[in-house]
């Protein structure tokens, strides 16, 4: 499966931004995606999952109640609404997907999109 991220982009501290995760190729219905990031310096980090119904979500405490996972099949896209954005969450957002359980573990996704970029400045 082929994962292309997109959306991200410069705003301020409390505005909302929503990153769109496209996909092409196998079935995407069948697989658990996930988003990750990875701030400057740092180590790439699990953001949030949804699972292959999108019956089940998990989110990374650092967002939790202010970042939304949802997934289209018939679109084959899964979204990453943010929200109340701080200057912490600039990243490189990048999704991923893995064709088992939902998972927070980075090295269980096979397949990567590109990245997009999210600024927030202060």
């Known amino acids: 499966v082929q994962l292309q991220a997109f959306g991200g982009g410069v705003v301020q501290a409390g505005a909302s931004l929503r990153l769109s995760c496209a996909a092409s190729?196998?079935?995407?219905?069948?697989?658990?995606v996930g988003w990750f990031r990875q701030a400057p310096g740092k180590e790439r980090e699990f953001v949030a999952a949804?699972?292959?119904?999108?019956?089940?979500?998990y989110y990374a405490d650092s967002v939790k109640g202010r970042f939304t996972i949802s997934k289209d099949n018939a679109k084959s896209t899964v979204y990453l609404q943010m929200n109340s954005l701080k200057p912490e969450d600039t990243a490189v957002y990048y999704c991923?997907?893995?064709?088992?359980?939902?998972?927070?573990?980075?090295?269980?996704?096979?397949?990567w999109g590109q990245g997009t970029l999210v600024t927030v400045s202060s």
């Open positions: 949804i699972s292959w119904s999108g019956g089940r979500t």
């Open positions: 190729g196998r079935t995407f219905s069948s697989y658990t």
């Open positions: 991923a997907a893995t064709y088992g359980v939902l998972t927070t573990a980075r090295s269980a996704y096979s397949y």
